[in-house]
């Protein structure tokens, strides 16, 4: 027995001999105690060291330098992107945890003069607004439409920020526009900070506090505005925006968050079959093309620039069915948007019937306007017979922004409430269930307890009258202690 600790026996050394390597590469050497010492597990290598960089995903694809490795460097807030220009993984491993311990020791400046000084040149110039949403445009694989509209929401909220007026914004024939955006392109991008573009938003919010409705307006505006604006500083773009120009830190809108949104719930105030049958008798031989589109977003769920360049080639009348899909004319909103609608019995004879009065036409809709795939913002081929649509269905009661949108939504609802929510997101060809749950889905069944039925009938209070009969009536409060005559 140990002297020292009575009751514990020491491994002996015929006992150490019979340890595998494995259980002696654990033991230490014996502390003061005599007692063997566990060592712990090595930690995982960190960025300074070059086995970090030999793992799988760390070092990148050069595009600039064929087979070539790059890696991505983010330290103290910042992120930058450093060719490696060599294709033996080791060498670059090593090289990227040299760069890294550059950074830290000398610098993000000292560091890029020292690893890529070829960008010391665009480094000391200040970017602007216009170099990057050029170079954001570039480097982004997003629809033209797309980053149209990034580019729009960025330079509003860049104008409304820096104070620009807008007045000749509009002024495109005598060269307001041009002006416009040019002063707003000129505008430095170290000069948006962060707190600058919140401001702006709590300005636009609080500006609409007296009025409940104009607040959920402008909330879903600005989320709108900060969505939108935030896709030209991307995290798959912004890498590669650098690599051109210097952006600067913080980003515009780095802490700047998204206000919580109303409810986007349908919430169906129309009768869609009263709507159809008015359609029929006012539309459907005074004005085909309005009924056609009516028809194509209430019956059909399509969207307006699905309805715009919808071919007759996509109708298949022996089987009752209609195909959204890509074409030469248009690129639908998403690769889930693509799918094949089931006609019924009356729809695919209406539209067999206006077929036949067109046999030679390529398009659904009759416009004289040709297609103008070409032109970066969204112009519709049919634009004159989507406002009459939506005039007409204004004067049907439909009073909501997009009224010819509605329809879509209404038949979404009907949809859902028949088929159930899993045939609507189908019908509709959302991308996510959740975006049919959260809008379209709208309960068209009437729903009343019926534990309590016949109860209050017999209330005192209650009076038979017929109110679809009854104009409403004013009500005048009665000054005290004064009876009604």
Same mark, same amino acid.
């Given at each position: 027995m140990n002297a020292q600790n009575p009751g514990k026996s020491r491994p002996t050394a015929s006992h150490d001999a019979n340890l595998s390597e494995h259980e002696m590469a654990g033991v230490d050497e014996k502390n003061g105690s005599g007692m063997a010492v566990v060592a712990s597990k090595s930690k995982a290598p960190g960025k300074g060291d070059s086995r970090y960089w030999l793992q799988a995903g760390k070092l990148v694809s050069d595009t600039r330098w064929a087979g070539a490795f790059a890696c991505? %460097?983010?330290s103290q807030g910042r992120r930058e992107f450093f060719p490696l220009r060599t294709s033996n993984k080791a060498a670059a491993a090593a090289k990227a945890a040299k760069i890294y311990n550059d950074v830290s020791a000398l610098g993000w400046d000292a560091a890029i003069a020292k690893h890529k000084p070829e960008t010391l040149r665009e480094t000391g110039k200040?970017?602007?607004?216009?170099?990057?949403?050029?170079?954001?445009?570039?480097? *982004?694989?997003?629809?033209?439409?797309?980053?149209?509209?990034y580019s729009k929401a960025f330079r509003r909220v860049v104008s409304e920020v820096a104070g620009i007026q807008d007045g000749r914004k509009f002024d495109a024939f005598k060269g307001g526009t041009k002006e416009w955006r040019e002063r707003v392109d000129a505008v430095p991008l170290a000069s948006l900070l962060p707190a600058d573009?919140?401001?702006?938003?709590?300005?636009?919010?609080?500006?609409?506090?007296?009025?409940?409705?104009?607040?959920?307006?402008?909330?879903?505006? +600005?989320?709108?505005l900060i969505r939108n604006a935030k896709a030209l500083f991307g995290k798959k773009v912004l890498p590669l925006v650098e690599q051109k120009i210097t952006v600067p830190r913080p980003l515009p809108f780095?802490? +700047?968050?998204?206000?919580?949104?109303?409810?986007?719930? !349908?919430?169906?105030? +129309?009768?869609? !079959?009263?709507? #159809?049958?008015?359609?029929?008798?006012?539309? @459907? =031989?005074?004005?085909?093309e309005a009924f056609?589109? #009516? %028809?194509?977003?209430?019956?059909?769920?399509?969207?307006?620039? =699905? %309805?715009?360049?919808?071919?007759?080639?996509?109708?298949?009348?022996?089987?009752?069915?209609?195909?959204?899909?890509?074409?030469?004319?248009?690129?639908?909103?998403s690769e889930d948007s693509a799918g094949v609608i089931d006609l019924d019995t009356d729809t695919a004879a209406l539209f067999k019937g206006y077929?036949?009065?067109?046999?030679?036409? #390529?398009?659904? %809709?009759?416009?004289?306007?040709?297609?103008?795939?070409?032109?970066?913002?969204?112009?519709?081929?049919?634009?004159?017979?989507f406002e009459r649509v939506n005039e007409w269905l204004r004067v049907q009661g439909v009073d909501t922004m997009k009224p010819l949108h509605t329809m879509r939504k209404e038949i979404g609802s009907i949809i859902a409430s028949e088929h159930g929510i899993f045939e609507a997101s189908r !019908?509709?060809?959302? *991308?996510?269930?959740?975006?049919?749950?959260?809008? !379209?889905?709208?309960?068209?069944?009437?729903?009343?307890?019926?534990?309590? @039925?016949?109860?209050?009938?017999?209330?005192?209070?209650?009076l038979e009258a017929d109110f679809t009969k009854l104009a409403p009536t004013p009500i005048v409060a009665q000054p005290k202690g004064r009876k009604s005559e």
């Open positions: 991505r %460097i983010q200040a970017a602007t607004v216009g170099e990057l949403i050029e170079a954001a445009c570039a480097a *982004s694989t997003a629809r033209k439409h797309s980053l149209e509209a573009v919140q401001a702006w938003k709590n300005r636009r919010l609080r500006a609409m506090d007296t009025d409940p409705l104009a607040k959920r307006r402008a909330i879903t505006t +600005v989320n709108s780095d802490d +700047v968050g998204m206000e919580k949104g109303p409810s986007l719930r !349908y919430v169906s105030k +129309v009768d869609a !079959y009263a709507i #159809l049958a008015r359609a029929r008798e006012e539309l @459907a =031989e005074n004005e085909p056609k589109v #009516l %028809i194509l977003a209430l019956v059909c769920g399509l969207r307006r620039s =699905e %309805i715009d360049h919808l071919l007759w080639r996509t109708f298949d009348f022996s089987r009752g069915l209609l195909h959204i899909e890509n074409t030469e004319y248009q690129q639908l909103k077929r036949a009065r067109a046999p030679k036409s #390529l398009f659904v %809709i009759e416009s004289p306007n040709p297609p103008r795939s070409e032109r970066k913002t969204r112009c519709y081929r049919c634009n004159a017979v !019908y509709l060809r959302h *991308s996510d269930i959740r975006i049919t749950s959260a809008i !379209y889905a709208d309960k068209k069944k009437t729903v009343t307890p019926k534990a309590f @039925a016949g109860l209050l009938a017999s209330a005192e209070n209650v």
